[in-house]
């Protein structure tokens, strides 16, 4: 478990509810561009099913669209084309498609479910706005961890709507 999904993790045994179920390290054996992936976090909510994608350190997006990971004193650095929204995205559709392909689509259905990014230890800096990352799929080293409960909930809501307005 790395650092910033410690804080993560350490946060919700806190916060959260004994009625929900918080499951850190999915491995999805099936992913339609990986060979495999991994779900950081899959919270079980009394009203929604989250897939929370975290990275500790430092994450930004630089004026060519990449995506750098680094370490917190900024001397180890991996540069990604896939982002930390991308990466929840795919594991949503991963496990919509799990559902689907095993005939079970109607769990996938019967609740609200969405995707976030956790970054616990820096604020998101990007070059310009990214009409596929809402603030509400956001919780940042500004409110992190003591809006983390809000956050699911603002996360959820945000997700009731879309899936309302679909």
Partial sequence: MSFGEQLVFDAFREQAPDSWTVMHSLWLKEHKSKQHAEIDFLIVTDRAVLILEVKGGVVYRDDGGDWHYCNMDMSRERRKKEGPFDQARSAFYAVRTHFEDAG??????????????????????????DPAIKPEMLLDKRAFPEVLMQFISYLTDFWEADNLRM
């Fill in 104 to 129: 079970r689509l109607r769990l996938f259905q019967d609740r609200i479910w969405g995707y976030g990014v956790i970054l616990p230890q820096c604020i998101l800096k990007m070059s310009g706005p």
